[in-house]
T-cell receptor, first 118, second 113 residues
Framework: GAGVSQSPSNKVTEKGKDVELRCDPISGHTALYWYRQSLGQGLEFLIYFQGNSAPDKSGLPSDRFSAERTGGSVSTLTIQRTQQEDSAVYLC????????????????FGPGTRLTVL | RKEVEQDPGPFNVPEGATVAFNCTYSNSASQSFFWYRQDCRKEPKLLMSVYSSGNEDGRFTAQLNRASQYISLLIRDSKLSDSATYLCVVNSDRGSTLGRLYFGRGTQLTVWP
């Protein structure tokens, strides 16, 4: 079946502009995650949605970052007033979450959006 | 201190070699452990989960030592296609297998012919 999809695949923007990154999770997955990966760095957790519960925003680096998930499916990550240090690959993942009944919950990643802030 | 520490490598080994990667984690309450594989400019993909009793999947063997907070991955009979970055991953939500994952920086492996 279809995996996690993300758009755009690449985004180049100017410092100070706002950007929106989109994630379509695997159908039926109730949990959705955003991570970012900077050059030479490990993946950094940003935010986690589980069903209709309040999201875990503890990884968002500043108030310029926000995310929403509409209808329990598609998610949008918004970065306002982008800075050069925001340049990274932004990865979305989804998992069965509470919809599953397994002892471990595998996260499946999308191909990512490569953001470059000039 | 980082949640998950890994030797970044790189490891350069010939085909057929056996290679081992290690990682340590800082949160003793961690519940779930994984190895992910990431090819160059691609997304991470689950290689295998790591269970307390140790587990094997073909040429790959994963071990967990909770007392030492240490995880290992052993690859036997290395293939060219094993060349990738291997990510040690820990879920640290107490009492839950869901939620945020903590990733090590990854260990780079190159298998040469």
């Amino acid at each position: 079946g279809a995996g996690v999809s993300q758009s755009p695949s690449n985004k180049v923007t100017e410092k100070g502009k706002d950007v929106e990154l989109r994630c379509d999770p695997i159908s039926g997955h109730t949990a959705l995650y955003w991570y970012r990966q900077s050059l030479g760095q490990g993946l950094e957790f940003l935010i986690y949605f589980q069903g209709n519960s309040a999201p875990d925003k503890s990884g968002l680096p500043s108030d310029r970052f926000s995310a929403e998930r509409t209808g329990g499916s598609v998610s949008t990550l918004t970065i306002q007033r982008t800075q050069q240090e925001d340049s990274a690959v932004y990865l979305c993942a989804s998992s069965l979450g509470l919809a599953g009944g397994y002892s471990t919950d595998t996260q499946y990643f999308g191909p990512g959006t490569r953001l470059t802030v000039l | 201190r980082k949640e998950v520490e890994q030797d970044p490598g790189p490891f350069n080994v010939p085909e057929g070699a056996t290679v081992a990667f290690n990682c340590t984690y800082s949160n003793s309450a961690s519940q779930s452990f994984f190895w992910y594989r990431q090819d160059c400019r691609k997304e991470p993909k689950l290689l295998m989960s790591v269970y307390s009793s140790g587990n094997e999947d073909g040429r790959f063997t994963a071990q967990l030592n909770r007392a030492s907070q240490y995880i290992s991955l052993l690859i036997r009979d290395s293939k060219l296609s094993d060349s990738a970055t291997y990510l040690c991953v820990v879920n640290s939500d107490r009492g839950s297998t869901l939620g945020r994952l903590y990733f090590g920086r990854g260990t780079q492996l190159t298998v040469w012919p």
